[in-house]
């Protein structure tokens, strides 16, 4: 889960970092005080964008603040605005913890250098960003923090404020269960204060289970960054106070064949595959784990909901452990009452698939369904073409 | 031989007499695995398809001290300090089947288990098979025999599904597989693509080796680096899933924790490249991947 900038300098100061003075508004018209007007978007790069503005009078800080509500900015509609105390920035510097794909380690990332052009040093003067891994049963300690301030070679004068400052990041990291916590920049006053002016974080979304105040501190987003849709909103209901399988998985997309593909992997393969033959999906979804029979009746109804469909694509592998019979009844039973013209290309396989395609071959005569049912022996890529030619030839008929 | 677990493989089940893990447990031993005991706290003195369970590990390899491998079938909440229990005991490889387990509680497995010089495959394995010898967790369900047949080829996957699907994809085409085993599609993985592909080359049965990877992270550009260096030498034909986030906005959180892009990196087209530039062979839809395997072998 991505945090807005409000709520990552919320966290970092619980950890006793210190933020600039600042308060949240949602229209021009509240806001009360000037200073540096802040676009609260999840995107990075606002100031690029023209999302954050310097002020120094409450009328202009309204104006901004009025100009950026309600306008987009990065793809995102802007709801609040973070109006701070401008910071005397005598010196810039950038910390960053992250895990390391090659280390498989929380790693601590510094520059004597930051600022807004982090990944222009980091190709240019790599030199100047010190990385260092933390052994996370370990964590971090003062004196290894000022070790690799040292290293990064920060003035005597700084090391033991800014590794300080690391060692509460890192504190701050491991407990909020983030995979990524940045702070840019991290201004040094002309009084010798630090400050973290900048802050952009993301929280592990398996770890909210242990994070119950989050749940409450931080709304729902959705994946695209943008508000999630009607569709999505209900999807999400299948999964709630239901363990079994996981059915509630959906994006909504904007093509017309409807997909209702299983596994992850077997999902991006199949979005591929569809893509490939010039397909374009209406959803994306993943549903496994052996959902029950009333989850996959509800995400049917979810995904067929949408308007503008011309097919549907009912693909996955050959299932380990989710039954093919228990599934394939919840959609029938969606179908049964959907009664859908467009074409239904099915490819499954797996514990229970002859009770489940005899469940829908009943089916499309009972209720008149053109159905086109595939099993192991087709190779599971292969029925992208054939639904994405079937769905070409119902789109065609219709608008004669 | 093939990798990592064979004839001689002797199981603990941590979490055992969960639902799915019971199951899976008939499963196994129905393909012959031997199941030597199952941990689940509170349960010691039960059992499940014959095999005894404990309250603790301690008490398990007590009783049956020639237990190698673990597999790992508990919830999230409780994987970590599951995995931390059986490196304390000394297994050496561990099996962790466990989906969603919290990135800070993969690290610090991970560190435990380099520290112990013990094997983890996972999280969010779909289990590990050598064909013939042994299956661990769900893999290949109640019909692996389906799927898999020994024979020569290295079945490596991100996606527990497509672990499956890949095996079946080369069963069709008159391939076997050495051992197929699920690593994964977590941020950080016990056995990455790397060091399974290190496996494989080390493996004399093995004579080709064939990867499903994923958007996200960096294991298949570090597996390109290692063919590229040469440390691999067998073919690798690969697949790689998710080119069509290209449509949709950055950081979106899709198929598996890892999947997630930032700042480009991790782009399944830059693994694709990377993998095809160091003399792999990549395959643009996931059924041509036979076709290029015919190619090679």
Redesign the interface.
């Known amino acids: 889960m991505k945090l807005y900038e409000f709520e990552s300098k919320q966290l970092v100061a619980k950890y006793g970092i210190k933020i600039p003075q600042g308060k949240l508004f949602d229209s021009g018209a509240a806001v009360d005080r000037a200073g540096v007007v802040k676009a609260q978007v999840l995107a990075g790069k606002r100031g690029k964008a023209g999302a954050i503005k310097m002020t120094s009078s409450v009328e202009d800080a309204k104006a901004a603040a009025s100009q950026l509500i309600g306008s987009k900015v990065l793809g995102e509609t802007v709801h609040r605005v973070l109006v701070e105390d401008k910071v005397d920035i005598a010196k810039e510097f950038f910390i960053s913890i992250t895990y390391d794909t090659r280390t498989k380690l929380p790693t601590l990332l510094l520059s004597s250098e930051g600022g807004i052009e982090i990944e222009e040093l980091a190709k240019t003067a790599p030199g100047k960003l010190v990385r260092f891994g933390i052994d996370p049963q370990e964590g971090l300690p003062g004196w290894k923090a000022r070790e690799i301030v040292k290293q990064a070679g920060f003035a005597p004068d700084l090391i033991a404020k800014v590794a300080d400052v690391c060692e509460r990041l890192y504190r701050c990291f491991a407990s909020c269960d983030a995979t990524i916590f940045e702070i840019n920049p991290l201004a040094l006053t002309a009084e010798g204060d630090l400050i973290a002016a900048g802050t952009a974080a993301i929280i592990d979304d398996d770890s909210m289970y242990r994070h119950k105040d989050f749940v409450a501190m931080f709304p729902p987003r959705s994946a695209f960054d943008r508000a999630p849709t009607k569709l999505e909103l209900e999807a999400k209901k299948i999964d709630e106070g239901d363990h079994r399988g996981i059915a509630g998985k959906y994006i909504e997309l904007d093509g017309d064949i409807a997909m209702m593909t299983s596994g992850g992997g077997g999902s991006l393969t199949n979005m591929d595959a569809l893509l490939k033959y010039g397909g374009k999906p209406a959803n994306y979804t993943e549903y496994g784990g052996n959902p029950p029979t009333e989850k996959m009746y509800k995400l049917t109804k979810v995904i067929l909901a949408k308007p503008g469909i011309n097919g549907c694509w009912i693909a996955g592998g050959i299932a380990s452990n989710t039954r093919v019979d228990v599934t394939f009844e919840g959609i029938a039973q969606a179908l049964r009452e959907m009664k859908p013209k467009f074409p239904i290309v099915i490819r499954r396989a797996g514990p229970g698939e002859k009770e489940g395609f005899e469940i829908m071959r009943k089916l499309a005569e009972e209720v008149g369904l053109d159905l086109h049912l595939y099993g192991a022996e087709t190779p599971m890529t292969s029925t992208a073409k054939i639904v994405v030619d079937l769905a070409k030839k119902y789109q065609e008929k219709n608008k004669k | 031989m093939s990798i990592l677990i064979n004839k001689n493989t002797k199981v603990l089940i941590q979490g055992i007499t969960g639902r799915?893990a019971s199951?899976?447990s008939g499963e196994m031993q129905a393909y012959g695995t031997k199941i030597l005991a199952g941990v689940t706290p509170g349960k010691g003195g039960q059992e499940v398809n014959g095999v005894p369970v404990y309250d603790t590990v301690a008490e398990a390899l007590q009783n049956h001290n020639d237990i190698n491998t673990c597999l790992t079938y508990v919830p999230?909440?409780a994987a970590k300090d599951a995995v931390l229990e059986a490196l304390h005991y000394g297994i050496k490889l561990i099996d962790v089947i466990t989906?969603?387990?919290?990135?800070?509680d993969a690290?610090?497995m991970?560190?435990?288990a380099r520290k112990a010089h013990a094997t983890i495959v996972g999280p969010t394995s779909?289990g590990i098979i050598t064909p013939g010898e042994c299956k661990i967790g769900?893999?290949?369900?109640?019909?692996p025999d389906?799927?898999f047949k020994k024979g020569n080829i290295g079945v490596v996957?991100?996606?527990?599904?497509?672990t499956?699907?890949t095996s079946?994809?080369l069963r069709?085409a008159g391939f076997g597989q050495s051992t197929a085993l699920g690593i994964g599609?977590d941020?950080?993985a016990g056995l990455?693509f790397p060091d399974a592909l290190l496996l494989f080359e080390r493996d004399a049965e093995t004579k080709a080796i064939v990867m499903?990877g994923?958007?996200g992270?960096?294991?298949e550009e570090?597996a390109a680096e290692l063919i590229k260096q040469k440390k691999i030498t067998k073919p690798v034909v690969a697949?790689i899933?998710?080119?069509?986030a290209d449509?949709?906005?950055p950081?979106?959180?899709?198929?598996?924790?890892?999947?997630i892009i930032?700042?480009g990196t991790g782009s399944?087209q830059g693994k694709m490249k990377a993998l095809a530039d160091a003399g792999a062979m990549v395959a643009?839809?996931?059924?041509e991947i036979t076709e290029l395997l015919k190619e090679v072998i």
């Open positions: 799915e199951k899976v999230p909440f989906e969603r387990v919290p990135v800070l690290s610090i991970l560190a435990a779909v769900p893999i290949g369900g109640n019909n389906r799927i996957s991100k996606s527990g599904s497509m499956n699907e079946w994809l069709q599609g941020v950080l990455p499903f994923e958007l992270g960096t294991y570090q697949f899933a998710g080119r069509f449509y949709l906005p950081s979106m959180q899709l198929g598996h924790a890892g999947a930032e700042g399944p643009d839809a996931h059924h």
